[in-house]
């Protein structure tokens, strides 16, 4: 069996909202909601388990309730990090699972079919995907002395999710000890040694940020 780990643990800071960026509503219904059915409708046997913060559960709760939403899915506590949150959805998968895991942020509700068939079918074959565009922008990099140089964009690729991996190669990556060069779930799994394949992503998997990031949703919807 399948899963999909959807973690949502957004304080939504940068949003200047009073609710957490996940619950926001986009054209009529939470971000959070739409990220599930998106991957629901486009795999309807996946298990679902999104990761909340305790505080945060009874609101998704009546969230569900209010918008007749009955999209099954499991909902386990957020970590205190990134890190520590993948984890805990990983533990709410048997250890003697086989197949994929797939793991998302829960405010990228516009990820494409195209985008999850991709990284669900690369990671079947080779044991880990990760969805990636081209880098559009001018970049510079700072330098040793304080100066700053163009680098070739073409050296590089903004990173989406879900990150998808195989059920063991996960659970054994997330039992190694936090270090701070791991800055998203392929890291964790690159740490052992494994090499992560990168497929296309889409341009629309964008990672809902700023209140500017909600006027492109509205148009996404």
């Not at 991957?39 to 209010?66: R, S």
């Amino acid at each position: 069996m399948d899963y999909i780990i959807i973690v949502a643990g957004g304080k939504g800071l940068r949003m200047g909202a009073e609710i957490p960026k996940q619950f926001l509503p986009v054209k009529g219904k939470p971000v959070l909601m739409r990220t599930l059915e998106r991957f629901h409708a486009c795999k309807p046997q996946l298990g679902i388990i999104l990761v909340l913060p305790h505080a945060q559960q009874p609101y998704w709760q009546q969230l569900c309730k209010d918008y007749a939403f009955t999209i099954a899915h499991q909902v386990v506590d957020g970590g205190d990090t990134r890190f520590a949150s993948s984890r805990n959805g990983l533990a709410a998968i048997p250890d003697d699972a086989v197949g994929l895991v797939g793991i998302h942020d829960g405010v990228r509700p516009f990820v494409a079919p195209d985008t999850i068939e991709r990284c669900y079918e690369a990671a079947r074959e080779r044991g880990a995907a990760i969805p990636v565009l081209p880098v559009t922008d001018t970049l510079r990099h700072q330098q040793a002395d304080g100066t700053w140089q163009n680098v070739s964009r073409d050296a590089y690729r903004g990173v989406q999710t879900p990150q998808v991996f195989n059920i063991a190669l996960a659970k054994e990556a997330f039992r190694q000890p936090y270090q701070e060069r791991f800055t998203d779930d392929a890291s964790v799994v690159e740490a052992l040694g494994k090499e992560v394949t990168m497929v296309e992503g889409n341009r629309e998997n964008i990672k809902l940020t700023t209140p500017f990031d909600l006027l492109i949703a509205a148009s996404l919807c």
